[in-house]
């Protein structure tokens, strides 16, 4: 168990539908950063959060947004879904400063039908 | 933008063979560099790290990995592999002018046959 949690591991959406993805951090990491792992693209960074501040963008679509609560848990919001948003979303959080390991967690599994 | 190879996509062993996949990056300064492992149906979990010192590292279940500054090579090793080990293995930076925000190679799936 890496200590991250993630909710829900399983979901299943319409094209066109707006879903929340949600993560909850390490109790001692201030940073969360969001992926993508999907067939095509592999794994890739969306975004970063630190201490509830938007830090850095990847790969994001302007569909997406994230956000990042004072309890330091964070939501990824995926709207207007298309199927080729099907995909598995990780979350990772880290301490934050200095270089260090990412602890990951389980990922949700979002299918868009 | 910075990227990582993984040269090997699929590799198939028997078991007690020796593993070697290979990971190269592209230059962007001080890079941290990982390797993850990721079981079927499970999360990424870190088998190695390398921050600075030396090149060579050990980590969980008989991994290693070693640094190669001149190669920008990150390759990682276990000499003897298990059915167990049946997994996919990523290769990631992270550059220090960017936080600890991960680029991955595109991984490489390793089936064991008992």
């Known amino acids: 168990d890496s200590g991250v949690t993630q909710t829900p591991k399983h979901l299943i959406t319409a094209t066109g539908q707006r879903v929340t993805l949600r993560c909850s951090p390490r109790?001692?990491?201030?940073?969360v950063y969001w992926y993508q792992q999907s067939l095509d693209q592999g794994l890739q960074f969306l975004i970063h959060?630190?201490?509830?501040?938007?830090?850095a963008k990847g790969n994001i679509l302007e569909r997406f947004s994230a956000q990042q609560f004072p309890d330091l848990h964070s939501e990824l919001n995926l709207s207007s879904l298309e199927l080729g948003d099907s995909a598995l979303y990780f979350c990772?959080?880290?301490?934050?400063?200095?270089?260090?390991?990412?602890?990951f967690g389980q990922g949700t599994r979002l299918t868009v039908v | 933008a910075q990227s990582v190879s993984q040269h090997n996509h699929h590799v198939i062993l028997s078991e007690a063979a020796s593993l070697e996949l290979g990971c190269n990056y592209s230059y962007g300064g001080t890079v941290n560099l990982f390797w993850y492992v990721q079981y079927p149906g499970q999360h990424l979990q870190l088998l190695l790290k390398?921050?600075?010192?030396?090149?060579l590292v050990k980590g969980i279940k008989g991994f290693e990995a070693e640094f190669i500054k001149s190669k920008f090579s990150f390759n990682l090793r276990k000499p003897s592999v298990q059915w167990s080990d049946t997994a996919e293995y990523f290769c990631?930076?992270?550059?220090?002018?960017?936080?600890?925000?991960?680029?991955f190679g595109g991984g490489t799936r390793l089936m064991v046959k008992p």
């Open positions: 109790s001692e990491d201030l940073s």
């Open positions: 390398y921050f600075s010192g030396d090149p």
């Open positions: 990631a930076v992270s550059y220090n002018n960017a936080g600890n925000m991960l680029t």
């Open positions: 990772a959080s880290t301490r934050g400063g200095g270089p260090t390991e990412a602890f």
């Open positions: 959060y630190y201490n509830g501040e938007e830090r």
